[in-house]
């Protein structure tokens, strides 16, 4: 059986850190808003979905030009994550309309916030300290600890006033 867990921890990060995080904040809402709106383009223009496989692919291909190459500068999985709750939004709302249309993502609300995936070890928890890709070590306040059993699934950095990490595991 395979069972999931959560752990909520206080991220301390630098000044070049924070400088990072909103790069990387901009740039997954950047890409959400994006390919949200040429989602809503190509339903009304003929009734179709763009599929996450086709966003991914095209948001590939958007990284080499010149124009985008601002997007090497975030974390990868994260902006293939952005793409995937956006995808996970339209299956909702087709589904279950009360559920409401997806909302492009705004500067001015206060919670800015991404999800990575655990890929070969690119994110450890250790010594009071979070490595993430593209950010590198963040200090953190680690008020308990994770059993040794429990492998790192995902993190999830929010920025509400005060800088949090929700790191989900499987056991």
Not at 39 to 57: D, G, H, L, M, S
Not at 125 to 133: E, R, T, W
């Amino acid at each position: 059986m395979v069972a999931n867990r959560a752990y909520k921890f206080r991220i301390y990060p630098n000044d070049e850190q924070k400088i990072l995080f909103a790069k990387t904040f901009g740039c997954v809402r950047m890409v959400y808003n994006h390919w949200l709106d040429r989602k809503i383009r190509q339903y009304e223009e003929n009734k179709t979905n763009v599929t996450y496989t086709i966003c991914a692919k095209e948001m590939a291909a958007m990284k080499k030009t010149e124009e985008y190459g601002f997007l090497k500068e975030a974390d990868s999985i994260a902006l293939q994550q952005s793409l995937r709750h956006l995808d996970t939004a339209f299956q909702n709302f087709f589904k279950q309309p009360k559920t409401g249309f997806p909302r492009f993502k705004s500067k001015k609300r206060n919670k800015n916030s991404y999800s990575t995936v655990c890929i070969n070890g690119n994110i450890t928890l250790s010594n009071g300290y979070l490595k993430l890709p593209k950010i590198g070590q963040v200090r953190l306040k680690q008020h308990r600890s994770v059993p040794s059993e429990y492998r790192l699934k995902s993190v999830t950095v929010s920025q509400t006033p005060k800088w949090k990490i929700l790191c989900k595991y499987s056991f």
